[in-house]
């Protein structure tokens, strides 16, 4: 236009939105829905009673159960970020405008989105609700043995709290000074428990789980919360909205 304004194209805005997912652990874990509408309706299944039971033959059912689903909401907002340009910098072509601008959004998008994922506090202008806004989630957190203090034992006991079926596919997302604990953990026989990544891209393991770093996390300090256990597509969910510019 004549103010030098332009719209960033869609094949850009998907680029950012995978940049995104690298950058962000959490946004990259969540599980994604996907769709046009302002909201969305997620059936989560109530409280489960086992009503199998045994019977003689030709004998009628003992007990019956019944099957019932919740409504979990989650509404779609807004995030938005504008970045004025100049005329000299869009025709300077030593200077890969397209470049910077990803490069900076992706950086903005991604801190912003971790932090709302950790400690987002729903209200008018913040649909994301953290992890760690949420009461449920924190009155069962785990306490370490030692205040301010991570142990392998505590990692331990932060491992078995999830049943065997919702460890398979968790991680480990912590702050870096949870991973500096974490990788200086010796075994009774003086051995790293630590395990770093052979493979290009792949993450490093603590007994035998991948372990991501999220600047965003707590500090090691009394009363907070530096590391997270969990299988982040179980525990947490997002929400897309189609045509996102």
């Known amino acids: 236009t004549t103010s030098a304004g332009k719209l960033i194209p869609q094949l850009l805005v998907n680029e950012i ?3 995104v997912k690298a950058a962000s652990p959490f946004f990259a874990k969540a599980k ?3 769709g046009s509408r302002p909201e969305v ?3 989560v299944r109530k409280a489960w ?3 199998v039971n045994a019977t003689a033959e030709g004998m009628a059912t003992a007990t ?3 099957f019932g689903v919740d409504l979990l909401t989650i509404k779609a907002g807004k995030l938005q970020s504008e970045i004025e340009i100049t005329d000299e910098m869009r025709e300077d072509t030593d200077f890969d405008l397209v470049a910077e601008i990803r490069e900076v ?3 903005d998008f991604a801190e912003y989105i971790s932090d709302k994922i950790i400690r987002g506090v729903v209200g008018s202008t913040n649909q994301i609700e953290g992890f760690l806004s949420n009461t449920t989630v924190t009155t069962g957190a785990l306490s370490t043995a030692a205040s301010g203090v991570i142990a392998y034992d505590d990692l331990i006991n932060l491992e078995m709290s999830l049943k065997a079926s919702d460890r398979v596919g968790a991680a480990y997302f912590v702050s870096r000074g949870g991973l500096t604990k974490m ?5 009774g026989m003086q051995r ?6 052979l493979v290009p891209g792949a993450p490093s393991t603590f007994n035998g789980y991948p372990v991501f770093e999220c600047p965003d996390m707590d500090s090691v300090a009394a009363n907070n919360f530096p590391i997270l256990f969990a299988n982040f597509g179980l525990f947490y969910a997002t929400y897309l909205r189609k045509g996102m510019e």
């Open 17 to 19: 939105i995978k940049d």
């Open 32 to 34: 994604m829905y996907t």
């Open 41 to 43: 309706d997620i059936p």
């Open 49 to 51: 009673t086992n009503v």
């Open 64 to 66: 019956k159960g019944s």
């Open 105 to 107: 959004n992706t950086e």
């Open 183 to 187: 990788k200086t953990m010796k075994d």
């Open 192 to 197: 790293p428990v630590w395990q770093p990544s």
